[in-house]
């Protein structure tokens, strides 16, 4: 198992330089770089000089300085190296939107997808897992009918959608005023004693919680449930319970770490909550996250920032893979990578 774990963190190498290559050559050959958006801010603001015709026009000097400043003075694959130099020593480089550190402003937004991140991931997990147990249990009642009905509806309706329904009915939009519209805590919160602000921010994040967890509770639970029953299908499971055992002790003792083995897959991805976020989620409940900083990075051409958010996510994949391998043997020791 340890060469094996040696022998995957050898192959992230490789394709992190791949993806950070693709990546990097695609937004930097895109049109619409952050010197054509300076520039058009030059002319807009009048800071140009005046051609024959009246059209405003940028001097060379001013080209060339733009150019230096944002690094575009060399050829791209030059560029390319000197980013691969620099994230060496975690380097990402300044944010051309934010004029800061690209790790302080990738920071500065960290919190809020790490708390919906942590709090979507736990509550999944909760819920979902003895949900798909109990209807696989109850195959075929109607409770099983029913709450798949339920869940596929849920699983139907977008995220950001949802959020709009909730505020129209839960937040003053039309109806009732249970929750607060958006934001992370109440104005007087710098008031509040600690308790208070816990409840606070508890107050403040059901409803968003609700529009970023609505869909995996879905995929979670019917992948646990028909895991389940095709396990309690087995020559296996018939033996125990022709043995007189109790059924309790056949699903929770025989079947359930089995059935376990498919959610495992995914359980490398609980990484993912370090950077959760949702772009139309952020904007309908008024949140400052992740989601929100690669959207504005994009449409201002913010490379480095771009960079940085494509580098860490792909790290943390790539590591979530390597941790649902270990869970896979943790789970079902008769798996052996070699």
Not at 142 to 163: E, H, N, Q, R, T
Not at 283 to 295: E, M, R
Request: net charge neutral; with cysteine.
């Amino acid at each position: 198992m340890g060469v094996y774990i040696l022998r995957r963190l050898l192959l992230m190498i490789p394709t992190l330089f791949g993806i950070t290559l693709v990546v990097f050559f695609i937004i930097n050959l895109a049109p619409g770089s952050p010197i054509e958006q300076q520039l058009q801010a030059l002319k807009f603001s009048g800071s140009t000089e005046q051609s024959g015709a009246g059209t405003a026009t940028v001097s060379n000097e001013v080209l060339e300085a733009l150019k230096k400043q944002y690094g575009f003075d060399k050829p791209i694959h030059e560029r390319y190296f000197l980013w691969l130099k620099n994230l060496a020593t975690l380097n990402f480089g300044e944010s051309f939107t934010y004029e800061e550190e690209v790790t302080e402003v990738i920071m500065s937004k960290f919190p809020v997808s790490l708390q919906f991140g942590i709090i979507s991931l736990i509550l999944s997990y909760l819920i979902s897992i003895p949900l798909g147990v109990y209807k696989a249990v109850k195959y075929g009642s109607k409770f099983d009918y029913l709450s798949s009905f339920v869940l596929f509806v849920a699983y139907a309706i977008p995220g950001f959608m949802l959020g709009i329904i909730l505020i129209v009915f839960l937040a003053g939009g039309s109806y009732l005023d249970i929750f607060p519209i958006g934001g992370l805590f109440s104005d007087f919160y710098d008031e509040m004693n600690s308790w208070e602000k816990f409840v606070d921010r508890a107050y403040h994040f059901v409803l968003p919680t609700i529009c970023y967890t609505i869909g995996s509770y879905t995929t979670l639970t019917m992948l646990m449930r028909n895991s389940l029953l095709e396990e309690i299908k087995k020559d296996y499971v018939r033996t125990a319970r022709a043995k007189g055992l109790a059924e309790n002790v056949v699903i929770f003792k025989h079947t359930l770490r089995n059935a376990l083995i498919p959610i495992v897959t995914g359980i490398g991805g609980f990484l993912g909550i370090f950077f959760a976020g949702s772009l139309l989620i952020e904007k309908v409940f008024q949140l400052d996250g992740i989601g929100l900083l690669g959207f504005s990075s994009i449409l201002s051409r913010d490379y480095n920032v771009i960079m940085g958010l494509v580098f860490i996510q792909a790290l943390l994949m790539l590591i979530g893979n390597i941790i649902s391998d270990i869970a896979y043997v943790l789970v079902d020791p008769r798996i052996d990578f070699k």
